[in-house]
């Protein structure tokens, strides 16, 4: 376990990097919203995918220049904090040299994460600090969205939830992402565009937002000019 002191000083560090936040009826309606699904955030914060580094940073800048609104929405930010620590988990397996499908097993298995932690005497203080290293990016550029329950209309949200899962055949939790995205389109004056490099849900996404691939920098600068941004 982590001891309290450790505790106090990652929370401590923590909030000191709390995000900007909107709810999806409380953001400023006159700007250009673009949320970034998990795999662009993943992306991002690894370095894996240069165009769409380059993209995002196209964005960033025009973020802060408050020109438009970067952001992910809370249930990308869940995603994102445990694929990271699958990650995080198999980079210590890996430095043990562990066969690929004990470490496969091992970190897909997140109920046992604790005793692992233990048994392979692994730094959890440290564990979490990387964990919490690359969240942290995450909400140094990106906005985060948080679902707003002041209007909430129950039988037109089960609807839309069914249409995405039941008639779409997505998972529950990109369905509560697009579920997201749809009301910030709704809301705002531009639309919203959602950013991935799934097609699937790329075009899934389509009947309730924009969509962009930001690894295609082309079309990212194509948008970027319709809405005036240089």
Not at 41 to 57: A, G, H, P, Q, T
Not at 207 to 230: F, G, M, W
Request: aromatic share 10%; proline share 3%.
């Amino acid at each position: 376990m982590i001891s309290g002191e450790i505790m106090q000083d990652l929370s401590s560090y923590l909030e000191a990097r709390i995000p900007t936040v909107y709810t999806v009826d409380s953001f400023p309606a006159e700007q250009p919203v673009f949320i970034a699904d998990t795999n662009i955030l993943i992306d991002f914060v690894e370095r894996r995918n240069k165009s769409v580094v380059n993209s995002l940073k196209l964005l960033i800048r025009s973020s802060k220049k408050e020109v438009l609104i970067l952001g992910t929405t809370i249930y990308n930010v869940a995603e994102f904090l445990d694929k990271m620590s699958c990650l995080v988990m198999m980079m210590r397996l890996l430095k043990k040299r562990y066969s690929p499908d004990y470490i496969i097993r091992t970190s897909n298995n997140k109920s046992q994460y604790a005793r692992t932690i233990a048994r392979e005497n692994i730094d959890e203080a440290q564990f979490k600090i990387d964990v919490l290293k690359k969240i942290w990016m995450v909400f140094d550029n990106f906005a985060v969205f948080l679902p707003s329950f002041l209007d909430l209309k129950i039988v037109e949200e089960i609807k839309l939830l069914e249409k995405l899962v039941v008639d779409n055949f997505i998972q529950s939790q990109d369905a509560m992402i697009l579920h997201l995205v749809s009301k910030i389109n709704a809301i705002s004056n531009f639309g919203a565009y959602f950013l991935t490099r799934d097609q699937y849900i790329l075009d899934v996404a389509s009947s309730y937002a924009y969509t962009l691939d930001p690894s295609k920098s082309d079309e990212v600068q194509r948008v970027l000019k319709s809405i005036e941004v240089s």
